[in-house]
């Protein structure tokens, strides 16, 4: 990593700007409460703590994406300002935590599942798009990891950076699945494959 900024001034700017309207603009008129109500103090302390909740989710799966791109620990550190071993303890933990978006296959005649380990960022689709080939598809995912049951059919999966409500729509739309909640940068979606013709 050199010492050059990772980002500019602007766009650092931009990032606050962004956060800060999102969180006043995001409740009904609290923006406008704020000249004549003291409860709308209230509701942006509330937006406030929703809005540092869900940029410390972001952090640590943007974490989580830098190692699947196979950044070090020390490089994560040193993005973050702090060390190696602070990054690692901070991280690893709540990843482990985090673990997988789905719940458990239970019972004897509940579907085959697998997991597809030591994935990054860049082998995750190929891995996905063999395994859909195969019949299996997604049903969870966390750091380096998808986890995948068996069907009678194959399976397309797809991966975009977190979607609009609109994008949202026009897949489901086209009959993609969504896979969980996302996992900062990305969404990920799975549908079924008809057979041609």
């Not at 798009?129 to 995948?148: I, K, L, N, S, T």
Request: net charge negative; proline share 7%.
């Amino acid at each position: 990593m050199n010492d050059e900024p990772l980002l500019h001034p602007a766009e650092i700017d931009r990032i606050r700007e962004a956060i800060a309207a999102a969180v006043l603009g995001s409740p009904e008129g609290l923006a406008d409460s704020l000249e004549h109500d003291a409860h709308g103090y209230l509701r942006l302390l509330d937006a406030s703590r929703i809005g540092a909740e869900e940029a410390s989710r972001l952090l640590r799966e943007a974490v989580q994406g830098a190692r699947a791109a196979g950044h070090s620990w020390d490089t994560v550190g040193r993005v973050l300002g702090v060390s190696r071993q602070a990054a690692q303890q901070r991280f690893t933990a709540k990843a482990a935590a985090a673990g997988s978006s789905a719940p458990p296959a239970q019972g004897p005649d509940a579907p085959k599942r697998r997991i597809l380990g030591g994935l990054t960022a860049f082998n995750e689709m190929a891995a996905l798009d063999e395994a859909g080939r195969d019949g299996w598809h997604m049903v969870g995912y966390g750091p380096f990891f998808h986890e995948v049951e068996a069907s009678g059919h194959p399976w397309e999966h797809c991966r975009m950076t977190l979607p609009s409500g609109a994008r949202h729509r026009r897949m489901e739309a086209e009959g993609w699945i969504p896979v969980g909640a996302g996992w900062f940068p990305w969404r990920y979606y799975k549908r079924p494959v008809t057979p041609a013709g």
